[in-house]
């Protein structure tokens, strides 16, 4: 059973697009991290957010999470082909390990 | 830096046999971790260390794998013997530094894809 479950599993949408990527969990953490990974190589860190209800976002990628910090969302505006990749959410706990949902796999057409 | 550097990138072994798997972690990071992903049950954290000392081992699965960090440039994961089961693309990252209350930056490796036949 995964503590964090992500929804959509998968998602394809046509270039120009939004789409938005959850991650819920019934657990408190003390931080919650997005990665993206792409096919043959480890995923790779997008962001870390810690405060409960804190905003980040980092060009058309905007992260949100929930004030009771057990979830979050991802949102893309105007997806591009380069944003095609596997997204996994990962939440810290105070042990220090993560956490990872099962993965999010998004497709953007050209 | 050349990052995380994992060896082989693709293993083919018949069941029963042994299987190493090699990482080197990026220079100065004291934390390494192992994990296994799998379309079933996704990424999975098997073991990690704190300065070459095995921190917490509870995701490893069975007695079969095992772990070392001889120094603190060079970890192992084995599994002897290997079976079906046990085809997966394990990974290998490493971090600086462990924030209380925080998470730092894992950087992963490429990957071992292995496949027991």
């Known amino acids: 059973t995964q503590l964090l479950e992500q929804s959509p599993q998968f998602l394809s949408i046509q270039e120009g697009e939004n789409l938005t990527v959850y991650c819920n969990s019934s657990s408190v953490f003390s931080s919650l991290q997005w990665y993206r990974q792409e096919p043959g190589e480890g995923p790779v860190l997008l962001v870390t957010v810690v405060t409960g209800g804190e905003v980040k976002k980092l060009k058309r990628l905007t992260f949100q999470f929930g004030d009771a910090r057990k979830d979050s969302s991802l949102h893309i505006t105007a997806a591009q082909p380069g944003d095609t990749g596997l997204y996994l959410c990962a939440g810290a706990s105070n042990d220090y390990k993560l956490s990872f949902g099962a993965g999010t796999t998004v497709t953007v057409r050209a | 830096d050349a990052g995380v550097i994992q060896s082989p990138r693709h293993e083919v072994t018949e069941m029963g046999q042994e299987v190493t798997l090699r990482c080197k972690p990026i220079?100065?990071?004291?934390?390494l971790f192992w994990y296994r992903q799998t379309m079933m049950r996704g990424l999975e954290l098997l073991i990690y260390?704190?300065?070459?000392?095995?921190?917490?081992d509870s995701g490893m699965p069975e007695d079969r794998f095992s772990a070392k960090m001889p120094n603190a440039s060079f970890s192992t994961l084995k599994i002897q013997p290997s079976e079906p089961r046990d085809s997966a693309v394990y990974f290998c990252a490493s971090s600086s530094l462990m924030g209380l209350g925080n998470t730092d930056t894992q950087y992963f490796g490429p990957g071992t894809r292995l496949t027991v036949l």
């Open positions: 260390f704190n300065n070459n000392v095995p921190i917490d």
């Open positions: 220079s100065g990071h004291d934390y």
